[in-house]
T-cell receptor, first 115, second 111 residues
Framework: DSGVTQTPKHLITATGQRVTLRCSPR?????VYWYQQSLDQGLQFLIQ???????AKGNILERFSAQQFPDLHSELNLSSLELGDSALYFC??????????????FGPGTRLTVT | ELKVEQNPLFLSMQEGKNYTIYCNYS?????LYWYRQDPGKSLESLFV?????AVKQEGRLMASLDTKARLSTLHITAAVHDLSATYFC???????????FGQGTRLTINP
């Protein structure tokens, strides 16, 4: 158990809908990262937040957005869902934000199925 | 842009044998990580390699890093069935915090 929690574990929804994935980092970690894992794209970095501020952006679609709240939990919002958004979404956390790289600890993931 | 490539992508081996998974990366990376993933599960950190010549071992797994060749290897010694999983290597983009993953190597160890 990494100490990173994600909810829900599974999500099934229809095309065009909007969902919110939630992540709570390990105690003391200020950075949260979101990754998407799909069969065709592999594991891809989406976005990073550090202490409430966006720090790095990857291949995140405009239909997706994220935020980190004052209590450091983070939410990933996916809207206008398409079949191709079906994937496993991981959240990871680490102590550091920028400069000194620290190990990232991954949560159990949320499996999103869009039908 | 950092690119990470693993080979082989699929590996089926017998218990008791040795084998190596290779991870090549395209540009300088601050760190090189190895993760294990069981089907439908999260990523479990195995090794973090920090500098050239770094070697780390845990049980039957040993990872090494050659920054000049931009190559990391994960060596499996006397494989056992419990090591069946998908193994990912990942580089860390210099100055940033995002991990760039390889495609993963699906390892199946047969009795």
């Amino acid at each position: 158990d990494s100490g990173v929690t994600q909810t829900p574990k599974h999500l099934i929804t229809a095309t065009g809908q909007r969902v919110t994935l939630r992540c709570s980092p390990r105690s003391g970690d200020l950075s949260v990262y979101w990754y998407q894992q799909s069969l065709d794209q592999g594991l891809q970095f989406l976005i990073q937040y550090y202490n409430g501020e966006e720090r790095a952006k990857g291949n995140i679609l405009e239909r997706f957005s994220a935020q980190q709240f004052p209590d450091l939990h983070s939410e990933l919002n996916l809207s206008s869902l398409e079949l191709g958004d079906s994937a496993l979404y991981f959240c990871a956390s680490s102590v550091a934000g920028q400069g000194v790289p620290y190990e990232q600890y991954f949560g159990p993931g949320t499996r999103l199925t869009v039908t | 842009e950092l690119k990470v490539e693993q080979n082989p992508l699929f590996l089926s081996m017998q218990e008791g044998k040795n084998y190596t998974i290779y991870c090549n990366y395209s540009t300088t990376s601050d760190r090189l990580y190895w993760y294990r993933q069981d089907p439908g599960k999260s990523l479990e950190s195995l090794f973090v390699l920090l500098s050239n010549g770094a070697v780390k071992q845990e049980g039957r797994l040993m990872a090494s890093l050659d920054t000049k060749a931009r190559l990391s290897t994960l060596h499996i010694t006397a494989a056992v069935h419990d090591l069946s999983a998908t193994y990912f290597c990942a580089g860390l983009i210099q100055g940033a915090q995002k991990l760039v993953f390889g495609q993963g190597t699906r390892l199946t160890i047969n009795p």
